[in-house]
């Protein structure tokens, strides 16, 4: 029976999830628990219970008059286009590279190769189109490979052409009369809230597309249904990734909720999960390759502490001569992501290397400047890095931020501790260092196939 002294009850059914709003009840909780797989959404502040079976005619029976509204979504899908999939027999097994950097791999049941992908970091099983995707990796590729050769499988590998055959390109200030800008309480509430410049940046860009696919609606008044569609004009129309998608979303909950102080919505649109996929590392050989083809001294030195001490590239341009500790050998890096400071490496040959830095270009304040002085700018060290990496040869598809990516693995090839690892690069979770180990090609050499055991 529900208690007749509780507050009214807002019942919310969007797809799979049914959203209950209501004030804090001890009896309304243990029922609400009592709900299989319900939970209590800190960020939102409300419960979420699957809509399956009769849980929202048992939600019904139990707060009865209590509730003051049912609003019932329609739930929209959202179609990118249709996967054609070559005919693979019982005997194959199909691996195809696909665009957004993951493994799709189609076979017929077989027990030890779903083993092996169980073991692997980030699979996932579409049971729609019957196939499994896993990160790309030439080990796990290999790993793969071996397995189906072992099970008397063809094995084939293709990759997926890449089309950008109906992407529309972002709107810009030349394409819309009157373009808006982002409203500047916006900005200054997100400074007030001590966001960094790289987010105040991006939340700015991405609002202002909003506010421009509807330049006659007043920006207050851009309600539900139009953030819906312009979500879905990102997918469709723009072929925009997973994250920008999802850093769209956020942007424009920021302005509504916390600028405009509005209720936390839920947008009826799903969500997209950010492809996983491992990143790419480059080899001892690879990174010496790229400092020995570096002759700009300014240019050798950057790349050379991003390397040693496993850094992102706005740390390097925040650095300041008074974070370099050599008598500790040690990098004291600030305010980075997540707000947090830490130290990393400082080995003796960068240290070498940044006094002679230190001698020839007398930098003032910033490790690092500019021609006119102030911060080295983050895109003219990513301009000369391409640059470097085709001079030493480099054919991988590769950033700046490979380069920390290359350190993490090192570290772990050498013997270094996770945790070590860890502390060093900032993680906050030690699940986002793990994935290091899943790259490491250490120890394969030592692995004998099974199959080389059998006397066949």
Same mark, same amino acid.
Request: proline letters at 3%.
């Given at each position: 029976m529900s208690p007749p002294y509780a507050s009214s009850v807002l019942v919310e059914v969007a797809g799979r999830k049914i959203i209950l709003k209501l004030p804090k009840n001890e009896l309304d909780t243990k029922f609400i628990l009592a709900l299989r797989f319900s939970k209590w959404d800190k960020v939102y502040k409300a419960w979420i219970v699957p809509n399956y079976s009769n849980n929202l005619e048992l939600i019904k029976a139990y707060f009865k008059e209590r509730i003051s509204k049912i609003t019932i979504h329609k739930e929209v899908a959202v179609e990118i286009g249709k996967e054609s999939v070559n005919l693979v027999g019982?005997?194959?097994?199909?691996?195809?590279?696909?665009? @957004?950097?993951?493994?799709?791999?189609?076979?017929? +049941?077989?027990?030890?190769?779903?083993? @092996?992908?169980?073991?692997?970091? %980030? #699979?996932?099983w579409d049971g729609k189109n019957k196939w499994w995707t896993i990160p790309f990796a030439e080990s796990l590729l290999a790993q793969i490979k071996e397995i189906a050769k072992s099970e008397g499988l063809s094995f084939r590998f293709e990759e997926e052409e890449k089309t950008d055959s109906g992407k529309l390109a972002r709107k810009t200030a030349c394409d819309v009369p009157n373009y808006r800008p982002c409203p500047e309480k916006m900005i200054l509430k997100l400074k007030e809230l001590r966001y960094s410049e790289k987010t105040i940046k991006a939340y700015k860009s991405l609002f202002e597309e909003l506010i421009n696919h509807y330049p006659t609606v007043?920006?207050?008044?851009? =309600?539900?249904?139009?953030?819906?569609? %312009?979500?879905?004009?990102?997918?469709?129309?723009? $072929?925009?990734?997973? !994250?920008?998608?999802?850093?769209?979303?956020?942007?424009?909950?920021?302005?509504?909720?916390?600028?405009?102080? &509005?209720?936390?919505?839920?947008? %009826?649109?799903?969500?997209?999960? $950010?492809?996983?996929t491992l990143p790419t590392v480059l080899s001892s050989e690879e990174i010496t390759n790229i400092? $020995?083809?570096?002759?700009?001294?300014? /240019?050798?030195?950057?790349?050379?502490?991003?390397?040693?001490?496993?850094?992102?590239?706005?740390?390097? *341009?925040?650095?300041?001569?008074?974070?370099?500790?050599?008598?500790?050998?040690?990098?004291?890096?600030?305010? !980075?992501? &997540?707000?947090?400071?830490?130290?990393?490496?400082?080995?003796?040959?960068?240290? =070498?290397?940044?006094?002679?830095? %230190? $001698?020839?270009?007398?930098?003032?304040? #910033?490790?690092?400047? &500019?021609?006119?002085?102030?911060?080295?700018?983050?895109?003219?060290?990513?301009? +000369?890095?391409?640059?470097?990496?085709?001079?030493? &040869?480099?054919?991988?598809?590769? !950033?700046? /931020?490979?380069?920390? /990516?290359? +350190? @993490? *693995? /090192?570290l772990l090839e050498n013997g270094t501790d996770l945790r070590y690892i860890q502390a060093l690069l900032g993680h906050e979770s030690s699940k986002t260092t793990e994935v290091y180990t899943h790259i490491t090609t250490k120890g394969f050499d030592q692995i004998k196939n099974p199959l080389d055991n059998l006397d066949i």
């Amino acid at each position: 029976m529900s208690p007749p002294y509780a507050s009214s009850v807002l019942v919310e059914v969007a797809g799979r999830k049914i959203i209950l709003k209501l004030p804090k009840n001890e009896l309304d909780t243990k029922f609400i628990l009592a709900l299989r797989f319900s939970k209590w959404d800190k960020v939102y502040k409300a419960w979420i219970v699957p809509n399956y079976s009769n849980n929202l005619e048992l939600i019904k029976a139990y707060f009865k008059e209590r509730i003051s509204k049912i609003t019932i979504h329609k739930e929209v899908a959202v179609e990118i286009g249709k996967e054609s999939v070559n005919l693979v027999g019982v005997k194959d097994v199909l691996c195809i590279k696909t665009s @957004a950097g993951r493994l799709k791999l189609i076979f017929g +049941f077989n027990e030890a190769l779903t083993i @092996a992908i169980k073991k692997m970091p %980030f #699979w996932n099983w579409d049971g729609k189109n019957k196939w499994w995707t896993i990160p790309f990796a030439e080990s796990l590729l290999a790993q793969i490979k071996e397995i189906a050769k072992s099970e008397g499988l063809s094995f084939r590998f293709e990759e997926e052409e890449k089309t950008d055959s109906g992407k529309l390109a972002r709107k810009t200030a030349c394409d819309v009369p009157n373009y808006r800008p982002c409203p500047e309480k916006m900005i200054l509430k997100l400074k007030e809230l001590r966001y960094s410049e790289k987010t105040i940046k991006a939340y700015k860009s991405l609002f202002e597309e909003l506010i421009n696919h509807y330049p006659t609606v007043e920006i207050d008044k851009i =309600d539900e249904q139009k953030i819906i569609a %312009f979500c879905q004009y990102l997918v469709i129309d723009r $072929k925009v990734s997973a !994250s920008y998608q999802n850093q769209a979303i956020n942007a424009i909950k920021f302005y509504y909720e916390r600028v405009l102080g &509005g209720q936390r919505k839920f947008y %009826f649109l799903q969500r997209p999960d $950010k492809e996983k996929t491992l990143p790419t590392v480059l080899s001892s050989e690879e990174i010496t390759n790229i400092l $020995k083809a570096t002759e700009n001294l300014k /240019h050798k030195t950057i790349l050379t502490v991003i390397y040693s001490a496993g850094l992102r590239i706005s740390e390097l *341009t925040n650095l300041k001569i008074k974070d370099i500790d050599s008598e500790r050998k040690q990098i004291r890096i600030e305010q !980075s992501k &997540g707000k947090k400071d830490r130290y990393s490496l400082l080995s003796i040959k960068t240290l =070498d290397l940044l006094r002679t830095y %230190f $001698k020839k270009y007398k930098p003032k304040e #910033w490790l690092f400047e &500019g021609q006119e002085g102030g911060q080295y700018s983050t895109r003219s060290i990513q301009t +000369f890095f391409q640059e470097i990496c085709k001079k030493a &040869g480099i054919k991988k598809k590769v !950033s700046v /931020h490979t380069l920390r /990516h290359s +350190f @993490a *693995t /090192h570290l772990l090839e050498n013997g270094t501790d996770l945790r070590y690892i860890q502390a060093l690069l900032g993680h906050e979770s030690s699940k986002t260092t793990e994935v290091y180990t899943h790259i490491t090609t250490k120890g394969f050499d030592q692995i004998k196939n099974p199959l080389d055991n059998l006397d066949i």
